[in-house]
């Protein structure tokens, strides 16, 4: 089945300092989204990238996907302590979403 | 709009028991899934649905039901519950090719 990879698992930041996490797939995806999970809550969507090499930004954040559609990218420029949750990837197929096991951002004021 | 309604958000559940987790969106979207939710591995796909009466199994189906009448609601039943099945339940709808809205959640733990 479709296996999305995400490292690191965990995260801690000074206030300030850039965070990325990344995002790798066993198998060409058709797209990648992600998504926030703040703690306690439901997963909120951010992006979605479909085109092989696409670079989003979103304020402070980055986005990428691969060019060979196996890989993302989410970087975060300057955190602050309103960017705590979890980050998940998830890869797209025809139907269905899969997740990756996200990464944790833990921000230090 | 609402946009997914969950409920319960609480459930404590003995060995055994049944029970059906109720979901709803407003928002017209024709796919509906099922996620569970445990730490440290990230939201498993349980079963999906691509419209009304279309239903199709994810990467974790066993010991759980959907069915899909109306477009509306999406319920997923837990025939016999097990303590394994102790997780954090979300349902999610979209529009094909687009991000998936969730609902809030239900906590479930079986004992």
């Known amino acids: 089945g479709q296996q999305v990879m995400q490292i690191p698992q965990y995260q801690h930041v000074q206030e300030g300092e850039d965070f990325t996490t990344y995002c790798n797939s066993s198998t060409t995806l058709s797209n990648i989204q992600w998504y926030k999970q703040r703690p306690g809550g439901h997963p909120v969507f951010l992006i979605q990238l479909v085109k092989s090499g696409e670079v989003k930004k979103q304020k402070r954040l980055t986005f990428q996907f691969g060019e060979a559609k196996k890989n993302s990218s989410l970087h975060i420029t300057a955190t602050q302590t309103t960017d705590v949750g979890t980050y998940f990837c998830?890869?797209?197929?025809?139907?269905?979403?899969?997740f990756g096991t996200g990464t944790r951002l833990t921000v230090i004021p | 709009n609402a946009g997914v309604t969950q409920t319960p958000k609480f459930q404590v559940l003995k060995t055994g028991q049944s029970m059906t987790l109720q979901c709803a969106q407003d928002?017209?979207?024709?796919?509906m899934s099922w996620y569970r939710q445990d730490p440290g591995m990230g939201l498993r796909l349980i079963h999906y649905?691509?419209?009304?009466?279309?239903?199709d199994q994810g990467e974790v189906p066993n010991g759980y039901n959907v069915s899909r009448s109306t477009t509306e609601d999406f319920p997923l039943r837990l025939l016999s519950a097990a303590p394994s099945q102790t997780s954090v339940y979300f349902c999610?709808?979209?529009?094909?090719?687009?991000?998936?809205?969730f609902g809030s959640g239900t906590r479930l733990t079986v004992v």
């Open positions: 928002m017209n979207h024709e796919y």
């Open positions: 999610a709808s979209s529009y094909p090719g687009s991000g998936y809205t």
């Open positions: 998830a890869g797209g197929g025809a139907n269905n979403l899969f």
């Open positions: 649905s691509v419209g009304a009466g279309i239903t």
